[in-house]
């Protein structure tokens, strides 16, 4: 929303920038009206209403688009484009929204004309009758009160809010690109099974789920298949209280882990590496002694200068109070988002489970496309459980992409926003010198008349150009190191005072705005003495 309202600020300048110069040239017109009895208010009240006319042609086909446009931000907030929309809402206009365009568009009206109708009608009325219509006195005017100059130098600050924002927004989105999962996401593919529809209880769940896993091992061309319980960016995470043989908690630490129950070769299927002792195998069933691997961050926070192999962990939920001897350390891995800092993690046997839960995901390894295979899974599934309801069968790869929609999303509108901000300031900028160069044709003939070269006329128009611009950055800049640190929480890698993202929006910004000026220039410097000197 933040956004939507900067843009139309920078729409609003522009409209303005319009009616300043359309009300410099009817001077004259409002002069003589002034002089024949009109009250200054009534001249007010006519150009508000000549701008309530251009708002609403504008909030009216501002309606239109948005049917389509709206259809549009809702597939791209919906999830992957390959499955059916996941959120569905009426965008039909009603009274609110109709309410909301009116008031909008009388807000705009006042923004855009209220500034042009007061600077218009301001008026000197000898000077200005006695003038020319292309007279000094609003040029002097001009000078004086250089309005048009100070929306343009608005509207390059607010761009330049916009693109740093932007520019942060897509930094974070390759940041999280880059994140390291602490396994291969390639060919895997992952599936949900829930037992309790099959009426499966007690010691029968695990012996379903090994079951299952073995037929599933069976399947010509897997290169590996494990289980566990939360799975992997699933949405599904299990914590509970501990105490860890040998550690003393220090005056108010929270001694909590997550945990998680896994199948034999997971860590080895998936690719996480194991840094001490062995992983969870076929020979830790429920008959031996519970086995428990744990994660690096567990072994650095409880077992600092300990070998942690051997030592008990005991989890002391009131519920279910079990006890496992740790069998090996695993490296850290992400396992519900990209964003998430590595917790102390334990993993047990699922053969030898520390409390009832019939659902589990099974993480399968494919050689090639993993799609390949899902109709075997499906068969093997049905097979060994009828009544069970179909498997919906996910690649690793487009669960992470899904975890990172939000961000793709808001990068996107973002950036989307920002290139129309700086297209908005292009065309006032290059709207502002085209008509200061229109103004001064008189002026640019006599000094190329009396010896003056073009190319002194080009740098002179663009420095002017230049000026405005690298003080709507001077502006702009602080602004938006300011702003940004409103965005901190949704930055991942980098902080507000991001130099790439500020640098990159201030050259991208004089790149374009130097261009949009270059044409004004370039006209004026190919100004015909003769004809200018006539002129007017």
Not at 12 to 30: H, K, S, T, W, Y
Not at 86 to 111: E, K, M, N, W, Y
Not at 274 to 300: C, H, K, P, W, Y
Not at 489 to 501: A, H, R, V
Request: proline share 6%; with cysteine.
């Amino acid at each position: 929303m933040a956004m939507v309202g900067f843009v139309l600020l920078i729409a609003c300048a522009n409209v303005a920038n319009l009616l300043l110069a359309r009300g410099a040239a009817r001077q004259r017109e409002f002069a003589m009206r002034i002089a024949i009895g009109a009250g200054r208010g009534r001249l007010i009240r006519q150009l508000l209403t000549e701008s309530l006319l251009l708002a609403g042609s504008g909030a009216a086909a501002g309606l239109l688009l948005a049917h389509w446009a709206d259809a549009l931000l809702l597939r791209m907030v919906s999830g992957a484009s390959s499955g059916p929309p996941s959120i569905h809402l009426d965008l039909q206009p009603d009274a609110r929204v109709l309410g909301f365009t009116l008031g909008v568009t009388l807000l705009t009206t006042i923004l855009f004309g209220l500034l042009p109708s007061l600077y218009s009608t301001r008026l000197d009325l000898t000077p200005v009758l006695k003038s020319t219509p292309a007279g000094t006195p609003s040029e002097a005017l001009h000078r004086r009160f250089p309005a048009g100059k100070i929306l343009v130098v608005t509207q390059v600050a607010v761009s330049i809010i916009l693109l740093v924002s932007a520019g942060l927004f897509v930094r974070s989105l390759s940041k999280l690109g880059e994140v390291k999962l602490g396994y291969n996401s390639e060919n895997l593919i992952l599936f949900r099974v829930d037992a309790a529809p099959g009426g499966y209880k007690g010691a029968a769940i695990p012996r379903f789920q090994l079951d299952l896993l073995a037929r599933i091992s069976a399947i010509p061309g897997l290169r590996g298949a494990t289980v566990s319980k939360n799975g992997l960016f699933s949405g599904s995470e299990s914590a509970d209280p501990i105490a860890v043989e040998g550690y003393t908690p220090k005056a108010g630490e929270e001694m909590h882990s997550r945990m998680d129950h896994v199948g034999p070769g997971y860590f080895s299927t998936l690719g996480i590496p194991i840094l001490m002792g062995r992983e969870i195998e076929a020979q830790d069933t429920a008959s031996s002694v519970r086995a428990a691997v744990i994660n690096q961050t567990f072994a650095s926070r409880f077992f600092p200068n300990t070998n942690p192999i051997g030592k008990r962990v005991h989890d002391t939920y009131p519920g279910n109070p079990a006890e496992m001897v740790v069998v090996g350390v695993a490296a850290d891995a992400k396992y519900n988002n990209l964003r998430e800092k590595a917790n102390p993690r334990i993993y047990a046997p699922i053969a030898n489970p520390m409390w009832e839960n019939p659902a589990a995901v099974y993480e399968v390894r494919t050689y090639a496309d993993p799609q390949a295979a899902a109709a075997a899974l499906r068969q093997v599934v049905q097979e060994a459980a009828p009544t069970l309801p179909p498997i919906e069968i996910h690649t690793m790869s487009a669960l992470i992409d899904d975890s990172v929609q939000t961000d793709r999303f808001i990068e996107q509108l973002a950036s989307a926003f920002s290139l129309l901000a700086l297209l908005l300031a292009a065309i006032g900028l290059y709207g502002l010198m085209a008509y200061t160069v229109s103004r001064r044709t008189r002026d640019i003939g006599i000094r190329l008349a009396l010896g003056a070269a073009p190319a002194n006329i080009l740098s002179g128009v663009l420095r002017e150009t230049l000026l405005l611009v690298l003080l709507g950055v001077a502006i702009g800049e602080p602004v938006a190191l300011a702003g940004a640190r409103l965005i901190k929480s949704m930055l991942f890698g980098l902080g507000p005072l991001d130099p790439i993202s500020i640098f990159s929006a201030a050259i991208l910004m004089v790149a374009i705005a130097t261009l949009a000026g270059s044409l004004p220039a370039r006209r004026a410097s190919q100004v015909d003495p003769m004809v200018a000197l006539r002129h007017e």
